[in-house]
């Protein structure tokens, strides 16, 4: 699991999300994050970042890790401490807070061992898996498999009537795309 001086920090703002805001054009742009990315043909990952006012977090941003310090493979995807420290440079908190992941399988979406192991470990964390390396359209969103960190390396599994209870989507909502490259 990755650990940053900086997330502890961070957990203060992570206090009891009981609402994310997701922009229909956040969920258009994920998914075709994750197809160029990937190709269907390796595992790919991007960061959602935003803010969050009174328990309720809006998604603004997608981060696109880019380049070295990205290790794409058909049964994992990881990116380097120097991408998360790139990632961690754009953020601004509490202005512009890290949220959650989103990353492909080819095959079933669930959370493996190694994505326990090399997802942040905040509390609170979000952690999305698109299934068939996102061949599904968005409208399928409600299939990937949502997740909650809840610390210590452990994520728990959202159950539908919780996805749809909790996250809300804003058809107008604005969101901004940045690629993240490490500095060397
Ligand atoms: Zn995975």
């Not at 498999?145 to 989507?169: D, K, Q």
Request: charged share 20%; glycine share 8%.
């Amino acid at each position: 699991m990755i650990r940053l001086s900086t997330m502890a920090e961070a957990d203060k703002y992570f206090s009891r999300i009981e609402r994310f805001i997701l922009p229909q054009a956040l969920l258009d742009q994920t998914l075709q994050s994750l197809r160029a990315e990937g190709m269907y043909q390796v595992e790919s990952i991007v960061f959602w970042a935003g803010t969050i006012d009174s328990g309720t977090a809006t998604v603004t941003h997608l981060l696109v890790p880019k380049g070295k310090g990205v290790f794409q493979h058909p049964l994992q995807i990881r990116v380097s401490e120097e991408i998360m420290a790139a990632l961690l440079d754009v953020l601004n908190p509490p202005e512009l807070i890290l949220l959650g992941q989103v990353h492909t399988h080819l095959g079933e979406a669930f959370h493996s061992h190694a994505d326990d192991r090399y997802s942040l470990d905040t509390p609170g964390f979000l952690s999305l898996v698109v299934p068939f390396g996102g061949r599904d359209n968005v409208e399928a969103w409600k299939q990937w498999a949502f997740y909650e960190c809840t610390g210590s390396g452990r994520f728990r599994p959202l159950g539908a009537w919780e996805i749809t209870r909790r996250f809300v989507i804003d058809q107008n909502g604005k969101v901004s795309t940045d690629e993240i490259r490490a500095a060397n």
